[in-house]
């Protein structure tokens, strides 16, 4: 393949990456708590509030580092504070990953292996569902990405300790934004070794100390504002971190936890390929499908996933096997020490990799010569077009939008319109998944009528932050907020439904004390 015909088709491969990923984001983003939360953090950092914590881990009681709050920014102010411009830089973002798909996939193979590698990873329904919304996870893919572009630099051609240093400032940010990317510095630890033992026939242990050393000083610039932190407050993550892992949590429904280190490296290694490549279902979907689908489609899932890996054994560039065969074996073996859930996001820091090894798979085939050419032909591109279109049926657009921001805006202008411009207090009663009512009180605060939120009597013991009304989003349309020990509303104190009224798909209503209540009427 010529280098006009693969940057044509590249151009329209990220205008096709583009398109899935921009297409009525305003109506397709999540917008719940947690991304109400980041959005309150960023407008804070606007208005000169700068922070050293990230966002709290969704699976413990600990926080990353700030990077993804300084990421968000510029674009919540060039949307003019709509909640929308992080979750566009995040799109852009992952159209950027498709581009350094191509370079990457075009420099360890070759072109064609690299445009086949960006188009598959252009369509992925997953990677596309971790595209349209502003979450810090979402954008690892191309930081992990680059960490190891920048490691394989280093050893094969530029060789200069500025690239050593580039390589840790970026494995430094990756952490700063999700601390599964520390099994992405096992792999640079191995990977670096390994490659440069290939390169040398011998461990030279002073360079490869002073390798080590200059990667190191990257990532401590990469994650400096984490450790601040850390250092500063008595290294209160780094305890939270330890305590989470040694913990165990069963309370999943969609992803079991596992008893056995093989358990979760298998389940893994087949979602790594089933899921990123393939849109093999969910666990939860199961019972729409029938089982001997289900076993067919794994079947043809594992036949090309190791039929890649033996492609990618055979290849010319033994630094490109080392590295990605690194990659695969530490990012899933990895998984064994972990016993609790595994979901999909947690797999960011892999999700080009698999794209790569089965691009690299089809190319091959592609190449095939002599008798074997037709068959190779036949193969690799039903293989590419079944994929390419399989993926294509399954989009997110399939779906209808679900106008989380939209409904969270209508809610919160509604809200307001009942506080007749007085003080008021807020609260949320959620149903089951747990929300947080960060996404309303960004409106809330956006639109200029920002509630008061209620202190404990330690802190007031005057009562000041209890105002005279308080305003109640129910999002399970058949909660009782009379009673209820949800400490918003447990410290407004003694009151009655004022009124309520249906708004969008939630209920609100409006609470005063009894007394104010009694003298109204």
């Keep these: 393949m010529n280098r006009k015909i693969a940057w044509i088709l590249l151009t329209f491969i990220l205008l096709l990456a583009a398109f899935m990923r921009l297409y009525m984001i305003s109506d397709y983003m999540t917008f719940l708590g947690d991304e109400g939360r980041d959005a309150l953090v ?26 993804y709050y300084y990421m968000m920014t510029p674009f919540l102010w060039l949307f003019h504070l709509d909640p929308v411009g992080p979750a566009v830089m995040v799109a852009l973002v992952g159209v950027a990953t498709v581009w350094l798909i191509y370079i990457v996939g075009s420099e360890f193979f070759d072109r064609k292996t690299g445009i086949i590698a960006a188009a598959l990873y252009s369509v992925s329904p997953l990677v596309i569902t971790y595209s349209h919304s502003s979450w810090n996870p979402n954008v690892v893919p191309f930081f992990a990405l680059l960490t190891l572009y920048l490691l394989y630099k280093s050893v094969t051609t530029v060789r200069s300790w500025k690239y050593y240093l580039l390589t840790g400032v970026v494995l430094g940010i990756c952490v700063q934004l999700h601390y599964i990317s520390l099994f992405l510095g096992a792999v640079v630890a191995f990977s670096l070794l390994a490659m440069h033992w290939y390169l040398n026939r011998k461990i030279l242990i002073l360079p490869i100390i002073k390798y080590y ?40 429904q969609s992803y079991a936890t596992y008893s056995a280190f093989y358990q979760p490296i298998s389940d893994v290694f087949f979602r790594l390929f089933g899921r990123l490549i393939f849109n093999y279902p969910s666990p939860d979907l199961y019972s729409g499908y029938s089982p001997l689908y289900l ?18 054994i055979r290849s010319k560039n033994k630094f490109v096997v080392i590295l990605l065969s690194i990659w695969l074996f530490f990012g899933v073996v990895l ?83 009942q506080t007749n411009n007085q003080p008021y207090n807020f609260a949320l009663l959620a149903a089951g998944s747990g929300n947080s009512d960060y996404a309303y009180v960004y409106f809330l605060t956006i639109l200029d009528h920002q509630p008061i939120t209620i202190q404990p009597p330690s802190v007031d013991p005057q009562r000041k932050t209890v105002t005279n009304q308080l305003l109640i989003v129910c999002e399970d349309l058949g909660c009782k907020p009379l009673g209820n020990p949800l400490w918003e509303i447990a410290g407004f104190g003694q009151a009655d439904v004022w009124k309520s009224w249906s708004v969008s798909v939630v209920k609100v209503y409006k609470m005063v004390h009894v007394n104010i209540h009694t003298i109204t009427r």
């Design 42 to 67: 960023a407008l804070g950092i606007l208005h000169g509030h700068f922070t050293l914590l990230g966002p709290q881990a969704s699976a413990g009681n600990f926080f990353t580092g700030p990077i």
């Design 213 to 252: 050393l200059e990667i190191l000083a990257g990532f401590i610039i990469g994650i400096s504002p984490f450790l601040a932190f850390e250092v500063r407050h008595g290294f209160p993550n780094t305890k939270s971190i330890i305590q989470f892992i040694a913990a165990s949590d069963t309370t999943s």
């Design 335 to 417: 998984f064994g020490l972990y016993k609790k859930p595994i979901y999909d996001y947690y797999m960011v820091f892999m999700f080009p990799l698999p794209f790569f090894l089965v691009g690299n798979l089809i190319g091959k085939a592609l190449e095939l010569k002599n008798k074997k050419f037709l068959y190779g032909l036949i193969i690799g591109s039903i293989l590419f077009v079944a994929i390419f279109a399989y993926d294509l049926r399954f989009e997110p657009f399939q779906y209808g939008p679900n106008r989380q921001k939209a409904q969270a805006e209508e809610i919160a202008k509604f809200v307001i319109s």
């Design 295 to 312: 076993q067919v489609f794994a079947v043809i899932v594992l036949l090309c996933a190791f039929a890649s890996i033996i492609t990618l």
